[in-house]
T-cell receptor, first 117, second 114 residues
């Protein structure tokens, strides 16, 4: 079974530029998450999708961050314009579905390391 | 509100020694609890999880954790450390709201000395 795919692995941009990250979840997984992991901290949820609908985006800085999951499969996370404090690893994860005591595990991609200079 | 506290941002043990990584949670409802491991430049890999049933949970690579409701703890242990265990370990919690998003602790970096 193929895992969660993310690209690019690394990205360096100047502040005020824009950047986009791509995620392809595990086939058949209805739920997709984007997390931000700042150096020395645990991952923090940015947005959660169930199929192509947003379940939770309460911690997404909507003035500069946007995300979409067209057709309920792949997802793109965009930052425009970037700030220095956006330097972090952006992790995508997927899980089979929400609800029920089983299938609670989230599977993570390798992440995209963003450096804003 | 739910939160996770990991005591000790860095833990160093000798190869062959006991590994103990501490995690305490706060939750108003019975949580689901997880330990994930992160190797350098990698994503997170699930070590073990507690959702219901037996409070002592065994995971991969010889790790185990015990859910203690009275202490609101879910500490991770391994009887004998191996050099390959050196990594960052994250405790995480899900409150049964149906959304299933993980809330992570700040992580503990485990060093294993030869």
């Amino acid at each position: 079974e193929a895992g969660v795919a993310q690209s690019p692995r690394y990205k360096i941009i100047e502040k005020r530029q824009s950047v986009a990250f791509w995620c392809n979840p595990i086939s058949g997984h209805a739920t997709l998450y984007w997390y931000q992991q700042i150096l020395g901290q645990g991952p923090k949820l940015l947005i959660q999708f169930q199929n192509n609908g947003v379940v939770d985006d309460s911690q997404l800085p909507k003035d500069r961050f946007s995300a979409e999951r067209l057709k309920g499969v792949d997802s793109t996370l965009k930052i425009q314009p970037a700030k220095l404090e956006d330097s972090a690893v952006y992790l995508c994860a997927s899980s089979p579905r929400t609800g029920g005591r089983l299938n609670t595990e989230a599977f993570f991609g390798q992440g995209t390391r963003l450096t804003v200079v | 509100a739910q939160s996770v506290t990991q005591l000790g941002s860095h833990v160093s043990v000798s190869e062959g020694a006991l590994v103990l990584l501490r995690c305490n949670y706060s939750s108003s409802v019975p949580p689901y609890l997880f330990w994930y491991v992160q190797y350098p430049n990698q994503g997170l890999q699930l070590l073990l999880k507690y959702t219901t049933g037996a409070t002592l949970v065994k995971g991969i690579n010889g790790f185990e954790a015990e859910f203690k409701k009275s202490e609101t703890s879910f500490h991770l242990t391994k009887p004998s450390a191996h050099m390959s265990d050196a990594a960052e370990y994250f405790c995480a919690v899900i409150v049964d709201t149906g959304r299933r998003a993980l809330t992570f602790g700040s992580g503990t970096r485990l060093q294993v000395q030869p």
